[in-house]
């Protein structure tokens, strides 16, 4: 599995950012981040994120996770950081997955 950042994930990219101070972060195990059309992609380990609803997604990774997503996409691995996840249309102005 590559390790990757940032990384397009299907309809979502994974970017390093800081986390804003006033993001709310809950710790979440096997978190589910769902792109355009409801595509469930899953950091399969434990995270701390905001609201799977808020765009973007805020994310701290502390151990390396993998995202999956079923049978349509390769794994990738996460490595530690910070991160926003964005859907792709958001960044290129459409939903091709």
């Given at each position: 599995?590559?390790?990757?950042?940032?990384?397009r994930?299907?309809?979502?990219?994974?970017?390093?950012?800081?986390?804003?101070?006033?993001?709310?972060?809950?710790?979440?195990?096997?978190?589910?981040?769902?792109g355009?059309g409801?595509h469930?992609?899953?950091?399969?380990g434990?995270?701390?994120?905001?609201e799977p609803?808020?765009?973007?997604?805020?994310i701290?990774?502390?151990?390396?996770?993998?995202?999956?997503?079923?049978e349509?996409h390769?794994d990738a691995?996460?490595?530690?950081g910070?991160?926003?996840?964005?859907?792709?249309?958001?960044?290129?102005?459409?939903v091709?997955?």
């Amino acid at each position: 599995m590559p390790t990757v950042h940032p990384a397009r994930h299907g309809d979502l990219v994974f970017v390093r950012e800081p986390i804003p101070t006033t993001a709310e972060l809950k710790k979440r195990t096997n978190f589910v981040v769902r792109g355009v059309g409801s595509h469930a992609h899953t950091l399969q380990g434990t995270v701390l994120a905001t609201e799977p609803t808020t765009t973007p997604v805020r994310i701290r990774i502390q151990e390396s996770v993998t995202l999956a997503h079923g049978e349509t996409h390769q794994d990738a691995v996460l490595a530690p950081g910070e991160y926003a996840v964005y859907p792709l249309r958001d960044l290129r102005g459409d939903v091709e997955d």
